[in-house]
């Protein structure tokens, strides 16, 4: 994913034995977490300055126990818009749009 990208983790015993998840971080940059309980963390990917593979999930909870994911996130480089053609039309003209990483590490379209 990039920062922003919506995604969950799921898992057993989560919470490690604590009444709730304290931090999450993806490649030891924070997420924000939005729901979570002992089974599933749905958060929001934290911003990275780099593409990184490979990347470990690790969840902290109020007890202090720390839950690893090893190697299960990957950032890919955030899309970059270079050109657009045309730059103006009316409703149903055909649109190029051009730049590199726009799939986002998807493959298809």
Known sequence: GIGGTHARAYGFAMR???????????????????QE???????????SPTAATGC????????????RGLGLW?????????SVVPSSGVAGTTVTITG?????GATVL
């Not at 490690?16 to 939005?34: D, E, F, P, W």
């Open 56 to 67: 470990d999930i690790v969840a902290t909870s109020t007890s202090g126990a720390i839950v």
């Open 74 to 82: 990957n950032y890919v480089p955030p899309g970059q818009i270079t």
């Open 16 to 34: 490690g034995y604590g009444s709730q998840i304290r931090s999450l971080t993806l490649c030891n940059i924070n997420a924000s977490i939005l």
């Open 100 to 104: 590199t990483d726009l799939l986002l």
């Open 37 to 47: 309980n002992d089974y599933l963390i749905f958060f929001v990917a934290g911003p």
